[in-house]
């Protein structure tokens, strides 16, 4: 059991975390650390907290495990702050989308890592943000990628994964390089691709009835464009290599159905689009627990 669990950002995933820990019993004392003090007010009247600092030196006084769950971009500036002050034998953690450029960001701030330090990744989310789109079950039956470093200690990866678990979450273990190569893939491209394509129907001289008779269709493919810009760019960035790598793979598949569609290849689109299907019903007949929608992430 944690008996007192630092979350520096508690917004969506932060006030999950803090809830599912606090409905299982998991943890004795919740203390919230952020930017904005109306926001921590708010998540100590939903009960998501029970007190909070302003100051991450402050908020991480006597904590036995801390998660940083901010967006990437402000992850080393959270890690500076922490920097003698952390607590003997304290466990960090963070929830970042993308893993190297967290690494990156606590080998710049603390040299050599902390054997406490172990990078974890929640595959769960919605498109929502911010403490009051939190909810405890957020994490229930989806999977949580942790990347121990070759210097975490086994009884910090062991807090991660049990503290984890406690959220109703499955665990796996996995190389940063592997983490992110997948993630580009799985979601990052995804979502740029989201936000590309309402960008772009947007900008076009018919948009207003675009808008107006787009269907189910339309709605599914893009609600998560409705997630965080500023989020979305961090993630964008810091996984900049592997994003590339898989954006260069699906441009190139794009102009290859613009080639089908302009010789009216029916034969080869038909072929690409049972592939597609069978590959995506198999995908959501394998998805455990799956209520109609799925996570963001
Ligand atoms: P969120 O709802 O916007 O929460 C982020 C929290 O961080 C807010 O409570 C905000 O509080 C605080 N914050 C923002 N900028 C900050 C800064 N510069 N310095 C300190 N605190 C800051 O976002 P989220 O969806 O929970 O995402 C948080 C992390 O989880 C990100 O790293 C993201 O990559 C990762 N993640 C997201 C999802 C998803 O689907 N949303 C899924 C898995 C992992 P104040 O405004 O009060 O400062």
């Avoid at 080393?76 to 003997?88: I, T």
């Avoid at 789109?133 to 229930?140: A, C, K």
């Avoid at 039956?141 to 009884?155: C, E």
Wanted: a negative charge; glycine letters at 8%; proline letters at 4%.
């Amino acid at each position: 059991m944690i008996q007192r669990l630092t979350i520096i950002g508690v917004g969506l995933i932060g006030g999950s975390l803090a809830q599912a820990l606090k409905s299982a019993a998991y943890v004795r004392e919740v203390v919230g650390c952020g930017r904005n003090e109306q926001h921590l007010q708010k998540a100590v009247s939903l009960g998501v907290i029970d007190s909070y600092s302003m100051s991450i030196a402050e908020a991480v006084q006597g904590a036995d495990m801390v998660v940083v769950a901010v967006p990437l971009g402000a992850m080393e500036a959270c890690f500076s702050e922490m920097v003698g002050h952390l607590p003997d034998g304290v466990v960090v953690t963070d929830v970042g989308s993308a893993k190297a450029s967290v690494v990156a960001a606590a080998e710049a701030v603390f040299g050599e890592l902390p054997s406490g330090f172990v990078p974890a990744h929640p595959i769960a989310g919605t498109e929502k943000s911010g403490v009051e789109s939190s909810f405890p079950d957020l994490f229930r039956q989806r999977r949580v990628i942790v990347t121990p470093l070759p210097g975490s200690s086994d009884s910090a990866v062991e807090s991660v994964i049990s503290m984890w678990r406690e959220t109703g979450a499955q665990t796996e273990e996995m190389s940063i390089q592997h983490h992110d190569e997948v993630l580009a893939a799985t979601s990052h491209l995804p979502h740029l691709l989201a936000f590309g394509l309402v960008d772009s129907l947007r900008n076009m001289d018919e948009s207003e009835d675009i808008f107006r008779f787009a269907a189910g269709g339309f709605r599914d493919f893009t609600r998560i464009a409705s997630s965080d810009p500023v989020m979305w760019r961090d993630i964008c960035l810091s996984n900049r290599e592997a994003l590339l790598k898989v954006l260069q793979q699906y441009s190139s598949d794009l102009s290859q159905l613009t080639v089908l569609v302009s010789e009216s290849d029916g034969v080869a689109l038909e072929e690409t689009f049972t592939s597609a299907k069978a590959a995506r019903d198999r995908y959501a007949n394998q998805l455990d627990g799956w209520k109609g929608s799925f996570p963001a992430e």
